[in-house]
């Protein structure tokens, strides 16, 4: 997939305005300024995304696509039998391909149900997996992870996957509170295969956050020309910097806006002027990182029972598989 092609679907807004503008004014309205990593992923951002997990410092999608790929056989030689396969934030399903199959080898057809918030990126995923293996069903799901009720209308026994480390953007408490979620969807023998990104050398962390091309300072501040287009706003995103940093303490990279300058920004549809004071930041993404004890813990308190872990050679990603 090219991240080209992501931008020329044109879409209607896949969250209702009025949400984002609860989320937004909520946001701003904050000390610190914060705003829900989920308002990345417009059009735009899902395509910048696109290009991020192609760059030469953002390790965690090829370190987690080689997993998947060495493992593909022994991973679907642990699924029930004729399992339907639900994704949470499935993109554009690039990675699902090599589990979908090696699923192929072991069942004839597979009904497939992406959740994702972009519209754009579903419809790829859709056009994609449906070229390249007839054999799988795809049911798009437009919606976020409080969409849920959808994994109760596929077939038992059920693979929910939750795969390249979008469980990072929670907090610890959120995370453990959405595998609850989920588990109650689901029935006794249905199961979960995770992916989470591990802690390792924190200039590695850091530099696949703040890539040389600047392809992840364009997707930060994507947000804000978000906000203009969808909520009349009038940030101007050369007068915020893009910051990333390792916050030790709390085991995660944090993404924020920060203002050059002291200044004040009118957003139209909310009828608001938001005041920044000169390097005020707004707080854009967490991108948590876990040891393999902690993720242990977190599908346990999930309501999972741990299977089994695939890791890479350098133990920097993590797939880990859990059952009901
Ligand atoms: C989509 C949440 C997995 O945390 O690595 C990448 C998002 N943000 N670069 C991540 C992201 C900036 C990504 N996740």
């Not at 994702?116 to 997996?129: G, N, Q, T, Y």
């Not at 054999?135 to 009720?149: M, R, Y």
């Not at 453990?176 to 295969?193: E, F, M, R």
């Not at 915020?240 to 203002?259: D, K, P, T």
Request: charged content about 20%; hydrophobic content about 40%.
């Amino acid at each position: 997939i090219r991240p080209e092609q992501l931008k020329r679907v044109p879409v209607p807004a896949s969250i209702p305005v009025s949400e984002i503008a609860g989320d937004v004014l909520e946001g701003l309205s904050r000390t610190p300024k914060s705003l829900p990593p989920k308002l990345l992923y417009d059009a735009e951002g899902s395509a910048l995304f696109e290009q991020i997990t192609c760059l030469p410092e953002y390790y965690p999608t090829r370190t987690e696509a080689a997993i998947l790929m060495t493992h593909a056989d022994e991973i679907c030689s642990r699924l029930g039998k004729n399992v339907s396969v639900g994704e949470l934030g499935a993109g554009t399903a690039t990675k699902t391909r090599i589990l979908l199959r090696s699923l192929l080898r072991r069942q004839f057809s597979v009904n497939y149900f992406p959740l994702d918030v972009s519209d754009a990126a579903l419809k790829l995923a859709k056009d994609e997996v449906e070229k390249e293996l007839q054999a799988v069903n795809v049911h798009p799901q437009i919606g976020d992870f409080e969409d849920l009720a959808f994994l109760e209308l596929q077939a038992r026994p059920r693979l929910v996957l939750y795969i390249g480390s979008s469980i990072g953007n929670l907090e610890h408490v959120d995370a453990i509170t959405l595998l609850q979620n989920v588990a109650q969807h689901l029935s006794s023998g249905d199961q979960l295969l995770l992916g989470v990104d591990l802690v390792k050398d924190s200039g590695v962390m850091q530099a696949a956050y703040n890539d040389s091309a600047g392809i992840t300072a364009s997707f930060n501040k994507n947000l804000l020309i978000r906000i203009n287009r969808e909520l009349g706003g009038h940030f101007e995103p050369e007068a915020f910097y893009h910051v990333s940093f390792w916050n030790e303490a709390a085991s995660r990279i944090e993404l924020h806006l920060e203002s050059a300058r002291s200044q004040s920004v009118r957003v139209d549809a909310l009828d608001t002027t938001i005041r920044f004071g000169q390097g005020e930041r707004i707080h854009t993404e967490n991108s948590y990182k876990y040891t393999l004890e902690r993720l242990g813990d977190l599908l346990q308190h999930g309501g999972f029972q741990l299977e089994h872990t695939w890791t890479d050679p350098h133990c920097w990603f993590a797939v880990s598989l859990g059952v009901i």
